[in-house]
């Protein structure tokens, strides 16, 4: 991959930072874990390069909320969290030309879909969720657990591998599950995920 695409990634993660500050510190902590995650999962160079960009612009589409609703302090209204359900779909419609981006656009389209096949935006079920989305919505959804937003605290970490361990199945892939698991028991890993969530 060369110098001037990765200058196109970095571009587009300034983007983000530039419309929300959380967003951005948040993608790059998803990508990094996502990587760690396809790693140890024995996904091939390639594949684990195009996870980590994945994570870095799963949230790309964000661009395209009002900041209204994006950046708003308190809980979101049904009507406001229709909308920034909207977010997977603009991100794909931004990315899916770009043929530098392979699976990208359709990772970061389906990094909501639920395994039980309550997610959104087109409820897709099982395998039939990309593997890479499904990778992006563990690392997605622990950030989002032991991160403190303005409109919630932060849960331990222990806390978080609990509720990734209730929602095997029903939100997450199992297999996916038990594979950040197995991370967690590998010190030397252990060490780095921690680092990326400056967790002591």
Request: hydrophobic letters at 40%.
């Amino acid at each position: 991959m060369n110098i001037n695409f990765h200058v196109f990634i970095d571009n587009l993660v300034s983007t983000i930072e530039a419309k929300d500050l959380y967003t951005a510190g948040h993608s790059t902590r998803v990508a990094d874990l996502a990587f760690i995650i396809a790693e140890h999962m024995n996904y091939n160079k390639e594949f684990c390069e195009k996870i980590h960009i994945a994570g870095h612009l799963h949230d790309i589409g964000k661009i395209g909320i009002p900041d209204g609703i994006l950046l708003k302090s308190g809980k979101l209204t049904k009507s406001e969290f229709e909308v920034i359900k909207d977010h997977p779909l603009i991100g794909f419609e931004i990315l899916k030309n770009n043929p530098s981006l392979k699976d990208v656009p359709l990772i970061i389209k389906h990094h909501h879909e639920k395994f039980d096949g309550t997610g959104y935006p087109d409820q897709l079920k099982s395998d039939d969720i990309p593997i890479g989305s499904r990778i992006i919505a563990v690392a997605d959804s622990f950030d989002a657990m032991v991160t403190r937003r303005t409109y919630k605290s932060a849960i331990t970490f222990e806390s978080a591998i609990e509720e990734l361990l209730t929602e095997s199945h029903k939100q997450f892939d199992k297999n996916i599950v038990d594979n950040f698991l197995d991370v967690i028991k590998d010190r030397e890993k252990l060490s780095n995920i921690k680092n990326i969530f400056s967790l002591s």
